[in-house]
């Protein structure tokens, strides 16, 4: 049984960081692409960055280029994401997924295998 574990989530003024963090069991994130993904409130959940399988590649959307950074370890099988100079527009609820093959396609909603429960950024100005 595959268990996607996201935490680090909080309450920060804008220009602040936050490190998300995502612990998988079940399932070994080198040998998948590996995701995270955010949703506002009324808005649809939007692909933040993505890594492919063994950390090749990474892929970040244009808005959080130059301020968030995607990393994985595999020793202990958890997946990062360091975000910094936060703004109030990256408010919203952060998953991280497990994407069924092992490359991304850019930072787009699609092919993943398992979400997890996700964790809540909240950017105060």
């Known amino acids: 049984q595959v268990q996607v574990v996201e935490s680090g989530g909080g309450l920060v003024q804008a220009g602040g960081s936050l490190r998300l963090s995502c612990t998988v069991s079940?399932?070994?994130?080198?040998?998948?692409?590996m995701g995270w993904f955010r949703q506002a409130p009324g808005k649809q959940r939007e692909g933040v960055s993505c890594?492919?399988?063994?950390?090749?590649?990474?892929y970040y959307r244009d808005s959080v280029k130059g301020r968030f950074t995607i990393s994985s370890d595999s020793a202990k099988n958890t997946l990062y994401l360091q975000m910094n100079d936060l703004s109030p527009e990256d408010t919203g609820m952060y998953y991280c997924?497990?994407?069924?093959?092992?490359?991304?396609?850019?930072?787009?909603?699609?092919?993943?295998?398992?979400w997890g429960q996700g964790t809540q950024v909240t950017v105060s100005s």
């Open positions: 997924a497990a994407k069924t093959y092992g490359y991304c396609s850019g930072v787009e909603v699609t092919q993943i295998a398992y």
């Open positions: 079940g399932l070994t994130i080198r040998d998948h692409a």
């Open positions: 890594i492919t399988w063994h950390g090749l590649n990474t």
